[in-house]
């Protein structure tokens, strides 16, 4: 593994290039904080591994995984790549931690368990939590607050997508396009509203459905922490279900959903057998956002002069739409589709937002830093509402505005298109 990363590092230059775009950097200055100090670390890893394993891990947890270096590197350097593997070769010298291995090995890979469980949260979390912001639908908690500090959080849904619908399979109507619809974890049971209106979106367009039941986390939660066992055991807990059904398209409405089966789940595949790696090469082509599915497939497109209406709409492009899927117009054009709205482009638009799934669990104050600037940009734009495609982003933008209690809701594109369908 330690020479597989060596065969990875080779390409990069010190140039530092990436230091400019680094937003974890633009708070700390600190060189061990950017790719090319992080590299530098990595060089050395097997040494500093046995002196330091947790200054190790530290150092290499101090990412977002945004993707905003290797999009600006001038060489090419497979920087996603070096990071996840780098995590996965710490943590399979350490160990995982008690409390980890609970959540990443006995609850995400046992999708009835991890269902229940949150299901059941979702019937008591009243007890727990106190509602903040309606607009935004925020809650904080007092008592958790050792755990979770003081984010404003959305919610678990009342009712989680797969306790409503169960599974699908619907045969493609008058697009003549059937889709199997992912809806990611935070789509399945927090914003659930999400994927009602995917759901909405594909019936108006007579796009058959298949959303099999008991599907699993894509895995990137785990491959973050280093966890490749629990990684392993998600990515064919969801190809087995995948290969039930009959498809043209895999489509979720969430960017780092979409991102890791279409890019992660082929870079990490080398070990697996013949047939799981077809299987995952078959579903990287046909893996694509909801928002450029509906674009691009479907060509729902405005018209030059489509009427603008009066509540001004800003987008965040989400790191791994822009940096990882190459998606921006897609998400702009569905919001333009709905006359009710008016797009106004805030500054940064594609500065990352600092959520960084893990990332804004073990540095949160950090993360909040970075969220502040996105915060600031979306209040200047003058919007009524913040948009994105991804769920990840809307959880902290809402934390970031409910916080400073900023009266500016925030959807996913997909819910504004939605609802001009009627
Ligand atoms: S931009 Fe690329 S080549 Fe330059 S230091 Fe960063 S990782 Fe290395
Ligand atoms: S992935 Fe993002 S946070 Fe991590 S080093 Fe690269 S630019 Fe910085």
Redesign the pocket.
């Known amino acids: 593994m330690l020479q597989e990363l060596d065969d990875h590092m080779v390409a ?7 230091q400019a775009v680094c937003p974890v950097f633009a708070e700390t200055m600190k060189e061990a904080d950017v ?2 100090g992080k ?1 530098a670390l990595l060089e050395n890893l097997a040494k500093e591994m046995v002196s330091d394993p947790e200054g190790v891990q530290e150092k290499l947890n101090k990412c977002l995984l945004c993707g905003s ?1 290797g999009a ?4 090419g ?1 497979k ?1 996603m790549d070096i990071f996840l593997r780098a995590r996965c070769i710490v943590n399979s010298y350490m160990g995982l931690s008690p409390v980890k291995k609970a959540i990443l090995r006995g609850m995400l890979t046992n999708p009835k368990l991890f269902n229940a469980l949150l299901d059941m949260g979702s019937v008591f979390q009243g007890l727990f939590t106190t509602k903040v912001n309606d607009l935004l639908g925020s809650s904080c908690s007092k008592i958790l607050s050792p755990i979770i500090g003081d984010r404003h959080f959305v919610g678990l849904a009342s009712k989680s997508l797969h306790s409503r619908i169960k599974s699908l399979d619907t045969p493609a109507g008058k697009s003549g396009v059937k889709v199997a619809f992912f809806p990611g974890c935070l789509g399945d049971k927090m914003f659930t509203s999400v994927a009602d209106a995917c759901l909405k979106v594909f019936s108006h367009h007579g796009v058959g459905v298949y959303m099999p039941e008991g599907m699993a986390c894509c895995g990137i939660p785990s491959l973050a922490s280093g966890d490749r066992v629990s990684y392993d055991k998600l990515v064919k807990l969801n190809l087995d279900l995948f290969a039930k059904g009959k498809f043209d398209y895999l489509v979720t409405p969430c960017a780092t959903c979409t991102a890791t089966i279409k890019e992660i789940w082929p870079k990490m595949m080398g070990d697996y057998p013949f047939e799981m790696r077809k299987q995952i090469e078959e579903l990287e082509k046909k893996t694509m956002d909801v928002n450029a599915f509906v674009v691009d497939v479907l060509g729902v497109t405005p018209a030059a002069d489509a009427p603008k209406g009066n509540v001004k709409v800003t987008f965040h492009d989400s790191c791994h739409m822009k940096k990882s899927l190459g998606v921006t117009a897609q998400p702009r054009n569905l919001i333009r589709m709905n006359p009710k709205y008016d797009l106004v482009e805030m500054a940064e638009c594609d500065r990352c937002c600092g959520s960084g799934g893990s990332f804004n669990l073990y540095h949160y104050d950090l993360s909040k830093q970075i969220g502040e600037r996105k915060r600031q940009n979306i209040v200047d734009s003058g919007a009524q509402v913040v948009s994105t495609g991804c769920p990840a982003c809307m959880l902290q933008m809402t934390d970031m505005l409910s916080q400073h209690g900023d009266r500016v809701a925030v959807k996913h594109c997909i819910e504004i298109y939605a609802d001009s369908l009627g």
Do not use: D, E
């Open positions: 990069c230059m010190k140039c530092g290039m990436c790719t090319r590299i270096c600006n590197c001038p060489s350097v920087i």
